[in-house]
């Protein structure tokens, strides 16, 4: 079973930048689409970007141009950098596999707020 743990999160301004990190357990990272996740309070967990093993990456509209991923398959990590971020973009961030699914993360708390 893979284990996932995310960092970086924190409390940023409106306009602020942050750098969520993923790192896996084992030795299936460099063969599966990964994807962050993201779930606010009162709401459901949505898919905000994902990275195929090759590269290419898909983002949520509302986050596009904005954030980006990346991926270290040497390091068995994933990045996603944010910026210009909006009070909206305020959640819990999990990574994943985009199709494969193992067990949730704790997640990082992102809060943008004045």
């Known amino acids: 079973q893979v284990q996932l743990v995310e960092s970086g999160g924190g409390l940023v301004q409106p306009g602020g930048s942050l750098r969520l990190s993923c790192t896996a357990s084992?030795?299936?990272?460099?063969?599966?689409?990964m994807g962050w996740y993201r779930q606010a309070p009162g709401k459901q967990r949505e898919r905000v970007a994902t990275?195929?093993?090759?590269?290419?990456?898909d983002y949520l509209d509302s986050v596009a141009g904005r954030f980006a991923i990346s991926r270290d398959n040497a390091k068995n990590t994933m990045y996603l950098q944010m910026n210009s971020l909006k009070p909206e973009d305020t959640a819990v961030y999990y990574c994943n596999g985009r199709f494969v699914r193992w067990d949730w993360g704790q997640g990082t708390q992102v809060t943008v707020s004045s």
């Open positions: 990275i195929a093993v090759g590269g290419k990456t």
């Open positions: 084992g030795s299936v990272f460099r063969f599966t689409d």
